[in-house]
């Protein structure tokens, strides 16, 4: 057996132990985000540190931990902190949580993310639906022995956000009087922010928001045969773009100011989700 496939089987075997709970919908909350998780009537949490082998939050803005439960009507699982590559986890940690939560039986994946905004019509506070992603500066998630359980080895990515999806968190978002924006997402590994020159470069790619996530997650998840929407909360303008320095502290303060419509936006969004 494929030794990543086992350290996930052992992981699932834990889990189940805890809970029979079957989510259908799985979410990761971004920095800043994880306000929604009062939104969600909680069945069941379980630490990461809990489980065997599975990589823990060492951001101290995660709180670690899978919340099983109900929200707009729906079985979710949400991310209560996410891992990333920065914090010195190979790609295959990285999207464990990911893997885990389509094998515990969850069909669409909602990616959310605190994104420093590129182009010149995103604003802090704004939120961005990712439509498309550039992901060549961080090592694929699936270099390696292939998990057959989970996919094929060369899965396509020409379309990663789901297009019937993004319709939705359109409609969703024109409901609740929230602006909305489209763009790529672009992940870098960090947790270093971009030069000038770096970012300059990144527009020239089609870039609208750069960030350290997201990207890799969205990967795994088209491999393992997850439906994928992903949105960004502009939290900063991105170095070059504005002449204030950038700062883990201006990202979590942006986010918590737009928390409020993040959690009407995803909860009207879970509940209009097939």
Same mark, same amino acid.
């Given at each position: 057996m494929n030794k990543n496939y086992e350290n996930l089987s052992i992981c699932l075997k834990q889990i189940r132990a805890k809970t029979d709970f079957i989510p259908d919908i799985a979410i990761v909350l971004g920095s800043g985000l994880n306000r929604f998780t009062q939104f969600i009537e909680p069945e069941?949490?379980?630490?990461?540190?809990?489980?065997?082998?599975?990589?823990?939050?060492?951001?101290?803005?995660?709180?670690?931990?899978f919340i099983f439960g109900y929200a707009g009507g729906k079985n979710v699982v949400a991310m209560d902190g996410r891992v990333h590559y920065y914090e010195g986890y190979s790609m295959n940690q990285v999207v464990m949580p @990911? =893997?885990?939560?389509?094998?515990? /039986? $969850?069909?669409?994946?909602?990616?959310s993310n605190a994104a420093g905004g590129i182009h010149k019509d995103l604003n802090i506070g704004d939120f961005m639906i990712i439509?498309?992603?550039?992901?060549?500066?961080?090592?694929s998630p699936l270099i390696g022995q292939n998990i057959?359980?989970?996919?094929?080895?060369?899965p396509d990515m020409s379309n990663i956000y789901d297009k019937k999806i993004i319709s939705t968190i359109k409609q969703c978002a024109d409901k609740l009087n929230i602006n909305i924006k489209e763009g790529v997402y672009l992940q870098t590994s960090g947790p270093n922010y971009?030069?000038?020159?770096? @970012? =300059?470069?990144?527009?020239?790619? /089609? $870039?609208?928001?750069?960030?350290?996530?997201?990207?890799?997650?969205?990967?795994?998840?088209?491999?393992?045969?997850?439906k994928v929407c992903g949105i960004s909360c502009i939290t900063n303008?991105?170095?070059?773009?504005?002449s204030q320095p950038l700062s883990d502290e201006e990202v979590a303060m942006a986010a918590a100011?737009?928390?409020?419509?993040?959690?009407?936006?995803?909860?009207?969004?879970?509940?209009?989700?097939?």
């Open positions: 069941c949490i379980i630490d990461y540190s809990t489980l065997q082998g599975f990589p823990t939050s060492t951001n101290q803005r995660h709180n670690g931990r @990911i =893997r885990l939560m389509r094998m515990l /039986g $969850a069909k669409t994946l909602i990616l439509t498309d992603q550039i992901a060549s500066f961080v090592p057959e359980e989970l996919g094929n080895r060369f971009e030069t000038p020159a770096e @970012i =300059r470069a990144y527009q020239s790619m /089609g $870039a609208h928001v750069v960030g350290m996530s997201t990207a890799c997650e969205a990967i795994a998840a088209i491999h393992c045969g997850f303008k991105a170095a070059g773009i504005s100011k737009s928390s409020d419509d993040f959690c009407r936006l995803m909860d009207a969004l879970i509940s209009s989700i097939e």
